[in-house]
């Protein structure tokens, strides 16, 4: 079977956007063979080489927006046990991880806008090389659009029998019950409120990065959600789940799936924002809409929808497919509980966190999706801004967010028994 280079590209992306799709909930590790293991990623200015121990099957590559990086994705070969560093000022970051069982994707992460250039596979199948081009910003979004660019093969290379791994469809939003439910900690009393915190980001997926001293978003979310968990304890007042208490990556479906399955009357995921202007600070709640309140909350929206194209889980290319979620009627009760809860959060946090003056935005967050569950997306401040990054790292920071969101779940659960008609207790 000719696999890849000249035939069929569409019905090929198509397979692939399938496999995508199946496979995951399936990416592990990755499963033995003759593959060829990835054993270097070398990036010198603008050219990147990446090497194989075997021969490969062939490669394609994708550029992705917010932030603006380089996929490639290569058939035939295992991600490396060990991490490369770039070298030059193109490429910020390589990561890696296996797609399925035949095929790695390696993620370069770009510093400006560029395409890619001279692709090719050495003649002995061991190695790939491209140069980055730097492009305008605009050229770069049109590339964007225009889906995969694919590895010329050496004219001497035969296919070689393919193990093709069968396909098996699972729909997204089954990959929850795939997943064990955390545990839930604080009051005992079955009947108190049920809050379900998630650390955004985690695992392959780092979130935003401070581009001087590396702090990661991933790691500021775990502390931040850990801090509020252990503040609400304390309280003893409600019940608390964290959707991950370590560094894994969870899809976005899964998060807000954890927290239907328990219950959860209140649903609380924890970021921090990135900007190009440094100067950019202060923290933001964002709840579910379906148009965006403004082009920062697209923005936004599109960034953090898009984690999950990181690990493979990718939505069809275009944010425009995941932001348009389509809210049903019977998600406004919810939606109202969520914007008062906003605002709530705001009222209480703001003598412990610095707020924006603009605290409060809408926009199509995957992960606020759950009809049922009042939900928001806390942005905690921006790791890509010097003092709101120290903040957000430190213990006393975390802990004073933790007192803000603490006081503000129970101001809003004690109106909502106020409101139910003042049943004892509180
Ligand atoms: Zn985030």
């Keep these: 079977m000719n696999f890849g280079w000249t035939a069929d590209t569409s019905a090929l992306h198509k397979r692939r956007m399938l496999q995508s799709l199946a496979l995951a909930t399936l990416m592990t590790v990755a499963a033995p063979g003759d593959a060829g293991g990835i054993s270097g990623v070398d990036v010198q200015d603008d050219h990147v080489v990446v090497r194989f121990s075997g021969r490969v099957d062939g490669a394609s590559a994708f550029l992705l927006d917010a932030p603006r990086r380089i996929a490639l994705d290569i058939d035939g070969a295992q991600i490396a046990g060990r991490n490369f560093a770039p070298a030059g000022n193109a490429i910020t970051a390589v990561r890696q991880g296996q797609l399925n069982g035949g095929t790695a994707r390696v993620v370069l992460d770009l510093t400006s806008p560029a395409t890619i250039g001279n692709p090719r596979i050495a003649d002995d199948g061991k190695s790939l090389s491209f140069s980055v081009q730097s492009v305008t910003d605009g050229r770069f979004r049109s590339e964007v659009g225009k889906g995969r660019t694919h590895f010329d093969a050496p004219a001497n290379m035969a296919p070689r029998p ?50 001087d001293n590396g702090e990661r978003e991933k790691d500021v979310t775990l502390a931040i959600a850990q801090a509020i968990r252990d503040q609400l304890v304390k309280s003893g007042r409600v019940r608390v789940a964290l959707t991950r208490d370590d560094d894994k990556f969870l899809v976005l479906q899964e998060r807000y799936g954890i927290a239907r399955r328990l219950g959860a009357d209140l649903f609380i995921s924890i970021h921090a924002d990135a900007a190009e202007n440094a100067d950019a600070h202060g923290a933001t709640v964002y709840t579910l809409s379906e148009t965006a309140s403004d082009r920062e909350a697209a923005r936004l929206a599109a960034r953090e929808n898009k984690a999950d194209i990181i690990n493979g889980v990718n939505m069809g290319g275009q944010s425009g497919d995941v932001s348009s979620i389509l809210i049903d009627l019977t998600q406004r009760e919810s939606l109202n509980i969520s914007a008062s809860f906003a605002r709530l959060l705001q009222r209480e946090a703001a003598p412990y966190v610095p707020f924006r003056t603009a605290y409060h935005r809408f926009a199509s967050l995957m992960v606020l999706k759950a009809p049922d569950t009042p939900s928001i997306l806390f942005e905690t401040g921006y790791i890509s801004n010097a003092a709101d990054a120290a903040f957000l790292a430190s213990r006393e920071g975390q802990q004073k967010i933790a007192r803000g969101v603490a006081r503000a779940i129970d101001v809003h659960f004690a109106r909502k028994l106020a409101m139910a008609g003042g049943a004892a207790g509180g």
Aim: aromatic share 0%; proline share 10%; net charge positive.
């Design 162 to 211: 393919t193990k093709r791994i069968h396909s098996i469809t699972v729909p997204i939003p089954a990959v929850a019950r795939g997943i064990s439910l955390p545990a839930v900690e604080g009051s005992h009393d079955g009947a108190r409120p049920l809050v379900v915190i998630d650390a955004g980001h985690g695992g392959h997926d780092p979130g935003a990065i401070n581009r």
